[in-house]
């Protein structure tokens, strides 16, 4: 049995992708006018994914930036080794 989060129900054969339509769902919720109508409007299947892909693109996002700090640290290290 798989269960997914925002199902209502157990489902034997869960989708293998999100809606399509999540990204846009995303998208909405960034501008306030459009995220109130967004939040009110999903099913317990869309609020789901979207949970599951606001967390996996928070994950990216945080994973971006430890590369991007480690990579400055290096340009710091190789600018101390040059002149120390």
Not at 19 to 40: F, Q, R
Not at 48 to 72: D, P
Request: net charge negative; with cysteine; aromatic share 10%.
């Amino acid at each position: 049995m798989f269960y997914f989060p925002g199902d209502d129900v157990i489902d034997l054969n869960p989708p293998d992708a999100a809606p399509d339509h999540i990204d846009n769902l995303y998208d909405n919720l960034e501008d306030a006018s459009t995220a109130v109508k967004v939040i009110a409007s999903v099913t317990a299947n869309e609020a789901g994914w979207l949970a599951r892909y606001i967390r996996e693109k928070s994950l990216r996002n945080c994973e971006t930036v430890g590369e991007e700090i480690e990579q400055e640290l290096q340009v710091h290290i190789q600018f101390s080794k040059a002149f120390f």
